[in-house]
């Protein structure tokens, strides 16, 4: 039984990123970043093609709805004609009808509630796996950082500091061509190209959501 999605995204977001840098500096970092990026990738695209099912679904739904709506109008307006020339028999296949629609009216009701909720939930993963990969570039730089800080201060150098510091200047270098690769975002220069400029504007919409909620908290304390 393969794993649902909600799981997987709940495993990949609840990892921990420091056994994630132990694995990089132990072992061949491009190979575990290859591994790690390219399973949060394929959990967003999968993501993804679910959350534009559930879309789909809810525009199926809607639509069905408003068709039963008017079918069920309709029939209201040929009921008072069926009445009105005393035929009763016609009156009672409309109202058969009528009571059909209203049988189906909620279900479909329930079908567009449970698509929407399972969209939002769909959209809250994806930038959770989103912020998951922004949260595993600042903890492997912030693992960079202080190995060199170490091995700078370190006085004369050692062997020991010197490989250290390589092994975080090549999990540096790793992780900036998997991260490129994999997902077009750029480490050094996000300007260049059409996946650069793709990550230029994930970046400008995750600002534009952080200044609306300060906004919505400034205006609830005035």
Known sequence: MSESITRRVARLVSGS????????????????MEQTIRELDSAIADTRSELGQQVAQKHLASK???????????LSEQL?????NGRDDLAEAGIAEQMDIEARIPVLEASI???AAREKELEGFIQ???????????ELQAFVTAQQAKASTASPLTASNHSAEQKAERAADAFSRVLERSSGIAARD??????GKLAELEELSRKNRVAERLAALKAGKS
């Open 17 to 32: 990123v420091n056994a994630l840098v132990d694995a990089m500096e132990s072992s061949s970092p491009e190979t575990v």
């Open 64 to 74: 069905k709805l408003m068709e039963e709506n008017s079918r069920y109008e309709t």
């Open 80 to 84: 008072n004609v069926a009445v009105a």
């Open 113 to 115: 509630a449970d698509c």
């Open 128 to 138: 959770a796996l989103q912020a998951k990969k922004r949260e595993m570039r600042a």
């Open 190 to 195: 996000s300007s260049l190209g059409n996946a």
